[in-house]
């Protein structure tokens, strides 16, 4: 059985805290029984050769591009770079077909954000950073925001997930392992982070 397919889309600007909660969720780990993920880092933007400046100072680079996204069973958006910035109409056309095809298509923190410009979220649930709450409501009101979560895994066939901010991207992204491979795999990634397995709130 081929491993499940996971893209995550980086874009200049990005916070490597962010780029790296699903990297190290999602990494292949099939050596030590765990699940193996087929995972890719995908630019959002065009940088120069493939490279993107990072919130730390340090740049990323990767030569896959939105077109190595597109047969992905899961999108993940890590973050996006200002809640007041429009994302680029290349990297909502992304999300809106992953859905339209069938894919999971996931936001951690203001990653939702973008998930909402797609219109994806339109009539289901969903969270995001508590600090740009009122912003979202205001600007989706067709969506349901539900502001004091950790996650919320929505939509059809829990096909549209979002996250609240920073470190809930890690319970969300635990919570998807859990859902698609069992609460033991879970619970073995959960300690190789160091982290709960599964939090309330």
């Known amino acids: 059985m081929q491993p499940r397919q996971i893209a995550v889309l980086a874009f200049d600007g990005i916070s490597p805290f ?10 292949d780990r099939a050596g030590a029984g765990l699940p193996a993920y087929g995972l890719r880092i995908c630019g959002a933007e065009a940088g120069r050769r493939g490279r993107l400046r990072t919130t730390a100072g340090f740049g990323v680079q990767t030569r896959l591009t939105l077109q190595d996204a597109a047969r992905a069973d899961v999108l993940v958006v890590p973050s996006w770079r200002d809640k007041d910035e429009r994302p680029p109409a290349p990297m909502v056309n992304a999300v809106r077909d992953a859905y339209e095809r069938g894919a999971t298509v996931v936001g951690l923190c203001l990653g939702a954000f973008v998930l909402a410009e797609a ?3 339109d009539g289901h649930e969903a969270t995001t950073h508590w600090s740009a709450a009122g912003q979202f409501a205001r600007r989706y009101p067709r969506v349901r925001l ?3 979560v950790l996650y919320v895994d929505a939509g ?5 997930v979002t996250s609240a901010g920073t470190a809930a991207g890690l319970d969300c992204c635990l919570h998807l392992v859990r859902r698609w491979d069992g609460a033991e795999a879970a619970n073995r990634i959960a300690r190789r982070l160091v982290v709960a397995p599964h939090r309330q709130g």
């Open 18 to 27: 962010h780029l790296s909660v699903p990297c190290l969720v999602f990494e």
């Open 119 to 121: 219109g994806v979220l």
């Open 146 to 148: 539900v502001p004091d």
């Open 156 to 160: 059809a066939q829990g096909r549209l």
